[in-house]
């Protein structure tokens, strides 16, 4: 059986944890349409970039480039919303 303690770091956790996952969905939503449905086909029904970029009609470089603008405006969104928060 976990001690107090771990059982108190444990919570923590899961409390930090869902928070965090608030915060992308939060973020998702800032999204303009096109890279939404990027970041459903690819993160969230897990298909490779080759695919995601077939199903949205690009290259696959222009897919590649898709993700990785979307994760750094996912970034800059979650920053800022921990730095309005006095979290950061």
Do not use: C, W
């Not at 303009?32 to 086909?41: K, W």
């Not at 996912?74 to 006095?86: P, Q, T, Y």
């Amino acid at each position: 059986m976990l001690g107090l303690k771990a059982q108190q770091a444990n919570a923590l956790e899961l409390l930090e944890r869902a928070q965090q996952e608030q915060l992308l969905r939060d973020a998702v939503q800032y999204l303009p349409p096109r890279d939404r449905l990027f970041m459903r086909l690819h993160f969230e029904k897990d298909l490779p970039v080759a695919q995601v970029a077939a199903a949205m009609k690009l290259s696959s470089n222009a897919a590649y480039t898709v993700k990785h603008r979307v994760i750094k405006k996912l970034k800059a969104h979650v920053i800022s919303s921990l730095e309005n928060k006095g979290d950061v």
